[in-house]
């Protein structure tokens, strides 16, 4: 078998579809994108169709080391999303080849089922009780939300209490009966981190996530230090080399890779495995569409490590189109008690509907995440 063409999709809300055909009709589908800059990670596919065209698709590790240390530079956000989608769509063609699902692939199954969990309250969580109630109502117990709103180097009380008030009003009305997360999303320096983090122990969070950047995770070991909750991130690492250096050094409990950043299923299960070596968690993160669930999916079913996934279905982003809109099998996807089943069909387990795809692809906007700025006018994380 044949790689022949590799075609892209930019489609609302904010993602981007890679279809890769081959010369025996067999074709794969994944999602390579980095959210924001989608056309960036275009090109980047583009550039390795050069290669791609031509080789054998069964070669998946072969391909995935040629896309990574072919070039003398590699790493980086734009370069690995590249390849993720890309090795998304080669494991969705050695799937429908063989005739298994991914998981098949992997080993089998560890686990029958997976929980998911929710993002609620949208970009400022306000409002979050309301929401939480809808998401019950359907089965969720485990949601996500943002910790904060932008916050200052150094910050004062109220932006605090504002925080510890959201947070106290969601335990108030749901006592334990619900767990959440909260994602710092790299808002927080690390100044305020050690504030913020003591101020919500009281209300037992099930982890804080990103409680400073990426950049900064030497200070993941000294904030762990200092708390009993789980301290999460990943979301900003992009491949092994990147994940070696926060689990050797310590302080996080949860790594949340993004198979659609994080070199795809092929690096992804490695940085599973190396997790468990460790005794971390594995949650991978998944605000993108159908695709990249499912590649997340296909890890977690093979991965003892795996708690819970995160899925965009109502999230904030999406705004122009759903997690399952261009989908055809939607039934696969449906959860039962918040949890998520293994998709059976071969492949990855998500048929597209391209007439759909081409069709949406059309009228797809640049999306941006927003700028955010301080009172003072200067740059505020968002
Ligand atoms: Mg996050």
Sequence with gaps: MKITKLTTYRLPPRWMFLKIETDEGIVGWGEPVIEGRARSVEAAVHEFSDYLIGQDPARINDLWQ???????????????????????????????????????????????????????????????????????????????????????????????????????????????????????HGRVHAPMAKVLIKELEPYRPLFIEEPVLAEQAEYYPRLAAQTHLPIAAGERMYSRFEFKRVLDAGGLAILQPDLSHAGGITECVKIASMAEAYDVALAPHCPLGPLALAACLHVDFVSRNAVFQEQSMGIHYNKGAELLDYVVNKEDFSMSNGHFAPLNKPGLGVEINEQLVIERSQQATDWRNPLWRYPDGSVAEW
């Design 66 to 184: 040629v896309m990574y240390r072919g070039g003398f530079y590699r790493g980086g956000a734009i370069l690995m999303s590249a390849i993720a989608g890309i090795d998304q769509a080669l494991w969705d063609i050695k799937g429908k080849a063989l005739g298994v699902p991914v998981y098949q692939l992997l080993g089998g199954l560890v686990r029958d089922n997976i929980k998911a969990y929710s993002w609620v309250g949208g970009d400022r969580p306000a409002e979050v009780i309301e929401g939480i109630r809808k998401l019950r109502a359907i089965g969720f117990d485990t949601f996500k939300l943002n910790g904060c709103e932008e916050l200052g180097i150094i910050d004062n009380s109220r932006k605090i209490d504002a925080a510890v008030n959201t947070v106290a009003q969601i335990r108030e009305a749901f006592g334990n009966q619900i767990e959440f997360g909260l994602d710092f």
